[in-house]
Structure formats: C-alpha cells, structure tokens
C-alpha cells in the first residue's frame, strides 16, 4: 500500500518530465478522479461511518467540509488543478505546500479501516493529476532541482504517513470513525469543486 | 462530453 501511494506521485512526476501532458488531458484525469473520490466516499466511507452509533457524525463531515475550504485559501486549488504561476518567484510558497501536504497527509487516514482497495486506488488515481500540476508548477516556477525533488519526495510521503501513523497513534486509532467523518467532509468538498 | 463519460467511469467503478 505505501509503495502504490508513492508509485502515483512517481508517475505524475515523471510523466511532466517526459511527455508535456495537456491541459485537456489533465482536466480530463481530474474529472475521472474527482467523480471516483465522491463515488467511494457516498459508496464506502458514509456506510461505513453511520455503521457506529455515533450521534455526531454529521457534524464531523460538516467539520470537514469547513477544514478544506479554509486549507483550500492557502493551496489556491492546486487539488482541483488550478495553479497560477508567478514566473522566476525566489521565494518558496510555504502555505500551499503546507496546506497541500496536510490536505495528502487527511487521505491517508482513512485508509487503514478499508477493507476493500477501492480508496486505495481512489487516491492513487487522484493523486497523479496532482502531483503532475504540483510538479509542472514548481517546474516553471524555476526552482532549483534539489529544492523541487525534495518537494515532491516529501509530498510523495505525506499520504503513507498518514496511513502509517492512523494505523499505530493511539489517539488516531481510537478516533478513527470521527476522523473519517471528517476526512468524508473534506472528501465531498474536493470532489464536487472539481466536478 | 468526454467529461462526462469521465464521471460516469468514476462511479461506475466503485459501484461495482
């Protein structure tokens, strides 16, 4: 699981340095993506979270919902594809790449209740056009290599630790459905800005 | 239109 989360950041790199993926073709892989993550969480995650008798479930996913849209001010929509790039900028953007990290760093958490891959394969899909606009975007922000490859590593290792630390803290384990909740809201918010 | 099959691919996928 923690190499096919890292495989898709790898592919969406790798494919920008290769071939010059369009913009239609980028949108379109988007659109699959999005439609994809709002059918696994109506389809998966909602049953599964209304499976435990907790009354404030609802409230969680409306949490969530409110969590991307202020984590989605400081990313500017790089989930949904859109980056505006500042040509030659020195400075690194902290706040999108943070809010980028914590936003790959929620995917992971669900996944370690999943019995079924299909948000695994969820999120691989969904993170490539990602990881192809973040690349394409720091690329012509001209960069230096070091700092652009390590952006990207990091990226790349945000969703597995999110998966490996809801798997073993305690606190994310025990919470584990609240936090689902949460991660449904942010999910739904994602999926339908980019529809 | 391509859009469109892209979404009904996307959640004809999970459903099955």
Excluded: R
């Excluded at chain 1, 609802?58 to 790039?85: M, Y």
């Excluded at chain 1, 999108?96 to 929620?106: C, N, Q, R």
């Amino acid at each position: 699981e923690f190499f096919v989360l890292i495989l898709s950041v790898i592919i969406g790199s790798i494919s920008v340095l290769i071939t010059k993926p369009s913009k239609k073709f980028i949108q379109i892989l988007l659109t699959f993506s999005g439609a994809y993550l709002l059918s696994v969480t109506i389809l998966h995650l909602l049953p599964e979270v209304y499976e435990m008798n907790t009354k404030n479930i609802g409230l969680f996913i409306l949490f969530g919902i409110l969590i991307q849209s202020i984590l989605e001010n400081f990313s500017k929509g790089v989930e949904h594809g859109h980056v505006h790039v500042h040509k030659h900028v020195e400075k690194v953007p902290w706040l999108l790449l943070i809010s980028l990290g914590l936003h790959a760093f929620f995917e992971g958490i669900p996944l370690s209740n999943e019995h079924n891959h299909s948000l695994l394969w969820a999120i691989f899909i969904h993170k490539i056009p990602i990881s192809i606009v973040l690349t394409t975007f720091l690329i012509q922000s001209k960069f230096k290599n070091i700092v652009i490859i390590s952006i990207v590593i990091l990226f790349a290792l945000m969703t597995p630790l999110g998966f490996f630390i809801s798997n073993t803290v305690y606190i994310f384990t025990k919470y584990l459905t609240e936090l689902t909740a949460i991660i449904i809201g942010i999910f739904l918010h994602i999926s339908t800005i980019i529809l | 239109f391509k859009k469109l099959i892209a979404i009904l691919l996307g959640f004809a996928i999970t459903w099955v």
